[in-house]
């Protein structure tokens, strides 16, 4: 897919580029459009969000979700500057940033590789915690990131409502929980916060994607990036052990960089958590790497208590390790 005429135009007016820069798209990616362009020594990564998104299912989003992410960028680049990928074009439909080639990797193939590292758990864990003390009960945030719609659009409906149609015992619960959530107005989110979005390098971290930024319940983050953690030693089964390590040293980073927030944010994760486990199953974006129906029906079934019934993230994480180890 060739680099939009317009877009070419102004990374050209910009300076940014020649005439004839050699332009890569890049494939992965469900909610945008990104490319690799290359003039001379320059690599840059541009993006652009997508009103229809690429999955199987009818999923519509509103594409000025790109402004929230540069604005996700540079606040956080205010205090973690590592932590993001450095802008060098603004625009209202797209964006340029810095291409994080190299030693860089997303953790996601890390992790479908076997690669359990616990101290890239630990920054991952220290990272969000920040982010999210930085931001608790920011008035500012709150007003800049009213972002209800799209966070709706691309998180509640998509993965909790449309999982609640296809399990109709669980519905209730679910329903109810997607209402609480959209009302929890409490910290800056990342809305996307998995292993896809994190390249990893030799002493550095860096958050892409965050296009479903919302202020809002930072236990969604978290529930979010564990869901991913648990489906991957699932995935991995019966060698699953090393990522419930990941989950500890993951939960053990977000207690000591947020120690007043944690306990609250782990309370609302462990609800949120088997729902959105289960989503990755029913909902709009099912994981593309659990083919065995055997492991589907094992996360219908295991879901199905802790989603009806409230416990803390710790016995849930452990009672899941355990029966992947059983299953």
């Given at each position: 897919?060739?680099?939009?005429?317009?877009?070419?135009?102004?990374?050209?007016?910009?300076?940014?580029?020649?005439?004839?820069?050699?332009?890569?798209?890049?494939?992965?990616?469900?909610?945008?459009?990104?490319?690799?362009?290359?003039d001379?020594?320059?690599?840059?990564?541009?993006?652009?969000?997508?009103?229809?998104?690429?999955?199987?299912?009818?999923?519509?989003?509103?594409?000025?979700?790109?402004?929230?992410?540069?604005?996700?960028?540079?606040?956080?680049?205010?205090?973690?500057?590592?932590?993001?990928?450095?802008?060098?074009?603004?625009?209202?439909?797209?964006?340029?940033?810095?291409?994080?080639?190299?030693?860089?990797?997303?953790?996601?193939?890390?992790?479908?590789?076997?690669?359990?590292?616990?101290?890239?758990?630990?920054?991952?864990?220290?990272?969000?915690?920040?982010?999210?003390?930085?931001?608790?009960?920011?008035?500012?945030?709150?007003?800049?990131?009213?972002?209800?719609?799209?966070?709706?659009?691309?998180?509640?409906?998509?993965y909790?409502?449309?999982?609640?149609?296809?399990?109709?015992?669980?519905?209730?619960?679910?329903?109810?929980?997607?209402?609480?959530?959209?009302?929890?107005?409490?910290?800056?989110?990342?809305g996307?916060?998995?292993?896809k979005?994190?390249?990893?390098?030799?002493?550095?971290?860096?958050?892409?994607?965050?296009?479903?930024?919302?202020?809002?319940?930072?236990?969604?983050?978290?529930?979010?990036?564990?869901?991913?953690?648990?489906?991957?030693?699932?995935?991995?089964?019966?060698?699953?052990?090393?990522?419930?390590?990941?989950?500890?040293?993951?939960?053990?980073?977000?207690?000591?960089?947020?120690?007043?927030?944690?306990?609250?944010?782990?309370?609302r994760?462990?609800?949120?958590?088997?729902?959105?486990?289960?989503?990755?199953?029913?909902?709009?974006?099912?994981?593309?790497?659990?083919?065995?129906?055997?492991?589907?029906?094992?996360?219908?079934?295991f879901?199905?208590?802790?989603?009806?019934?409230?416990?803390?993230?710790?016995?849930?994480?452990?009672?899941w390790?355990?029966?992947?180890?059983?299953?």
């Amino acid at each position: 897919m060739a680099l939009p005429s317009e877009i070419l135009k102004a990374l050209q007016t910009a300076g940014l580029v020649s005439s004839d820069p050699v332009v890569t798209a890049l494939t992965g990616g469900v909610s945008c459009d990104i490319w690799k362009v290359e003039d001379g020594g320059r690599v840059l990564a541009v993006k652009r969000a997508l009103p229809k998104l690429r999955v199987a299912a009818e999923w519509l989003a509103d594409p000025a979700r790109n402004f929230h992410e540069q604005e996700y960028i540079r606040y956080v680049a205010g205090f973690l500057p590592d932590a993001v990928p450095q802008i060098v074009f603004s625009g209202p439909e797209f964006f340029a940033m810095e291409f994080l080639g190299g030693e860089f990797s997303d953790w996601k193939k890390s992790l479908l590789a076997g690669h359990a590292d616990t101290v890239v758990a630990e920054r991952v864990g220290s990272t969000l915690a920040r982010i999210h003390r930085e931001s608790w009960l920011d008035p500012a945030l709150a007003r800049s990131f009213d972002t209800d719609k799209n966070f709706y659009d691309l998180r509640i409906a998509a993965y909790l409502l449309s999982t609640a149609e296809k399990n109709p015992a669980s519905a209730g619960a679910i329903r109810a929980e997607a209402d609480r959530l959209g009302k929890t107005k409490v910290a800056l989110v990342h809305g996307d916060y998995s292993p896809k979005n994190l390249m990893v390098a030799p002493g550095r971290l860096v958050v892409l994607d965050c296009e479903t930024a919302w202020f809002g319940d930072p236990a969604f983050d978290m529930a979010f990036l564990l869901n991913h953690l648990l489906l991957k030693g699932l995935h991995h089964a019966p060698a699953a052990e090393p990522f419930h390590k990941l989950v500890d040293a993951f939960l053990l980073a977000y207690r000591t960089t947020s120690p007043l927030h944690a306990p609250e944010v782990e309370s609302r994760a462990s609800k949120l958590l088997p729902m959105l486990t289960l989503a990755r199953v029913d909902g709009k974006s099912p994981v593309e790497y659990l083919t065995d129906e055997r492991k589907k029906h094992f996360v219908r079934a295991f879901t199905s208590h802790p989603i009806q019934n409230s416990t803390s993230l710790e016995v849930l994480v452990s009672d899941w390790f355990r029966s992947v180890a059983a299953h």
